[in-house]
C-alpha cells in the first residue's frame, strides 16, 4: 500500500503538471514561467524544482518508462523478442491515450518547441540505458554490444518519428496503427520501404 507521504508526493506532482498544461493551453509554452506554474498549482517555485529540474522535464515527464519496462520483464522468457516488444509498447499506448490531453499537448510541443526536443534528447539516455539492460536480460545479450545500442536507439528513434509525425498531423491518425506501421519497418529493414516502390523501379 502506498503511504500517506507517496500519495502527497504524487498529488502535488500531478497538480505542477495540472498547472502547467492549463497555463501553456492558455498563453503558449514561452510565455509561461515556473513562477506561473508555482502559483496556478499553490506551490512554491522551490518546490516545481524540487519535483521537475527544469520547465521542459513538468511537459516531458510522463511517467510511461516503467510501464513499458515491467510489461516487457512480465512476458514470457521463450517469447520472440520482437512480439514481446510490441505487446509492452500496445499496452503503454493503451495507458498513455487514456491520458489522451496531457499526450496530445506534449507531442504537440515536442514538434514545435526547440528547447523540449533538445531535452528528449539528453533524457533518452536515460530510457535507452534501462532498456538496454531489459533487453540484455532477456536476451543474454551484453547491454553494452553494438547489436543492443543500435537496436535501441533504432527503436526510440523510431518512436520519437512516430509522435512527431501524429502531431503534425493533427493527432488525427490512430496512434496504435502508427505504432504498428512504425514496428514493421523496423522488423523489416530497408525491404519495407521496397514494398513501397512500383514494380518497375524495384
Do not use: C
Not at 492549463?22 to 524544482?49: C, D, H, M, N, P
Not at 490531453?101 to 514538434?111: C, F, G, S, V
Not at 512516430?162 to 503534425?168: F, L, N, R
Request: aromatic share 4%; net charge neutral.
Amino acid at each position: 500500500m502506498t503511504g500517506l507521504r507517496e500519495r502527497k508526493k504524487t498529488r502535488t506532482r500531478q497538480a505542477i503538471r495540472e498547472a502547467a498544461h492549463r497555463l501553456i493551453e492558455e498563453q503558449g509554452y514561452e510565455a509561461t514561467t515556473v513562477e506561473q506554474i508555482a502559483e496556478r498549482a499553490e506551490v512554491s517555485a522551490s518546490t516545481v524544482f524540487r519535483y521537475f529540474p527544469a520547465k521542459e522535464d513538468i511537459v516531458l515527464t510522463d511517467g510511461y518508462d516503467p510501464v513499458l519496462l515491467a510489461e516487457l520483464r512480465a512476458r514470457p522468457a521463450g517469447e520472440p523478442w520482437a512480439r514481446s516488444l510490441r505487446y509492452a509498447l500496445r499496452r503503454a499506448v493503451e495507458r498513455a491515450l487514456a491520458d489522451g490531453e496531457a499526450l496530445r499537448l506534449r507531442t504537440r510541443l515536442l514538434a514545435e518547441v526547440p528547447a523540449l526536443r533538445s531535452r528528449m534528447t539528453e533524457s533518452m539516455a536515460d530510457t535507452a540505458r534501462l532498456l538496454s539492460r531489459v533487453i540484455a536480460d532477456r536476451t543474454g545479450r551484453d547491454p553494452e554490444s553494438l547489436e543492443v545500442r543500435v537496436h535501441v536507439m533504432s527503436l526510440l528513434g523510431a518512436l520519437t518519428e512516430t509522435s512527431a509525425h501524429w502531431a503534425e498531423h493533427g493527432h488525427r491518425d490512430d496512434l496504435s496503427a502508427l505504432l504498428d506501421r512504425t514496428l514493421d519497418v523496423l522488423e523489416r529493414g530497408p525491404a519495407a520501404l521496397d514494398e513501397a516502390l512500383p514494380a518497375a523501379n524495384r
